[in-house]
C-alpha cells in the first residue's frame, strides 16, 4: 500500500471550522504543503487560520467560504482551487447534519438540509475530485460519519439512514479503488463533547474521548488505510459487538430508546427538535 500524500501535500477539508475537522487541521498543518479549509462563515474559520500560522509561518492555509450543500458552491469552490493552481491530494468530508425528532413531525427544509450534507456533498465532492487522484495514482478520501449507521434509531430516523449510505458508499468505493493509490476511509465516532461541555456528564468514563483524540485515532487508522475507524476503546467495543445482535434485539432497544425521549418529552408536537452532537461537536457542522 503507497503512503498517503500527505507530507508535504494538500489537503482540503470539509467543515473545518469545528469538531473534528479542526482538530484533523490543527494536526495536519505540521506536515502538509497546503490546507484548504472549507466552511459555510469565512469568519468562522479564520480564528483557526490566525492559530495555524502562528504557528506553522510557512504553511499555506486558504480560506474558502462555500455551503458545499449547495451544488453552485462547489463548482465555485473548485473553480476557485483550480484558479489558484491548487491540486487536492486528500479530501477530508465532515459536514455533517442532524437533528433528534420524529420523522413525521420535521419540516422537510430539515430532512433535505440532512440529506443534503451528509450524503449529496460528499457524494459530489468525491465525485469531482476522485478521477483526478486516480489519474495521478495517489491521493485519499477521508469520510467522517457517526456509529449511527450501526443503530435502529426512533427520533433520528433520517441521520442514520444517510450514515448507511456513507458506510455503504465508502466500502463500495473502497473496493473500486483497490491497488490503484487511493486509500478511502470512514471514521464513525460516537458522541463526542468538548471537556466541560454539557452532557459529559452522562457518559460513562469508558466512552469519554477527547475531540483531539478522536481526530489522532481517526488520522491513523486512514494512514494505516483501515476502511472503518471507530475511536474510543469503549465506543470501539460496543460498535464491534451490534453487529452480532439479532435485528429483533436491536428494535427492542430502539424501542426503549424512544419511551426514553417521549419520557424526556423531546418530542412533544410543536416543540423544537433537539440537536443531536455529531462528528465530536455540541451542534451541527
Known amino acids: 500500500m503507497r503512503p498517503l500524500p500527505i507530507d508535504q501535500g494538500t489537503v482540503l477539508i470539509i467543515g473545518a471550522a469545528r469538531g473534528i475537522g479542526r482538530e484533523l487541521a490543527r494536526l495536519l498543518a505540521r506536515r502538509v504543503r497546503t490546507l484548504v479549509l472549507v466552511d459555510r462563515e469565512a469568519q468562522a474559520l479564520e480564528p483557526l487560520r490566525e492559530e495555524l500560522l502562528l504557528h506553522y509561518p510557512t504553511l499555506g492555509v486558504l480560506v474558502e467560504s462555500h455551503d458545499v450543500c449547495d451544488p453552485r458552491q462547489v463548482d465555485a469552490l473548485l473553480a476557485s482551487l483550480g484558479a489558484q493552481f491548487v491540486r487536492v491530494d486528500v479530501l477530508v468530508n465532515n459536514a455533517s447534519e442532524g437533528d433528534q425528532g420524529l420523522y413525521a413531525q420535521e419540516g422537510w ?44 434509531l426512533p427520533g433520528s430516523a433520517t441521520f442514520a439512514a444517510t450514515q448507511r449510505f456513507l458506510d ?61 475507524v471507530y475511536p474510543g476503546l469503549g465506543h470501539r467495543w460496543v460498535m464491534r459487538l451490534l453487529p452480532m445482535l439479532p435485528r429483533g434485539l436491536k428494535r427492542s432497544l430502539g424501542r426503549m430508546a424512544l419511551r426514553s425521549l417521549r419520557r424526556e418529552a423531546l418530542l412533544l408536537p410543536g416543540q423544537a427538535p433537539k440537536t443531536l452532537p455529531l462528528s465530536g461537536e455540541p451542534s451541527p457542522a
Open 109 to 152: 427544509a430539515r430532512v433535505e438540509a440532512m440529506l443534503r450534507a451528509n450524503v449529496w456533498a460528499p457524494a459530489l465532492l468525491t465525485h469531482r475530485l476522485l478521477k483526478p487522484m486516480l489519474e495521478r495514482g495517489r491521493g485519499g478520501i477521508l469520510n467522517i460519519g457517526s456509529g449511527a449507521a450501526q443503530l435502529i
Open 168 to 228: 455503504g458508499f465508502t466500502e463500495a468505493l473502497r473496493l473500486e479503488v483497490e491497488g490503484q493509490g487511493v486509500t478511502v476511509t470512514r471514521v464513525a465516532p460516537g458522541p463526542l463533547w468538548e471537556a466541560g461541555t454539557e452532557g459529559t456528564e452522562s457518559l460513562a468514563p469508558f466512552f469519554h474521548l477527547s475531540l483531539e483524540r478522536c481526530a489522532r485515532e481517526a488520522l491513523a487508522g486512514f494512514e494505516r488505510g483501515e476502511a472503518l
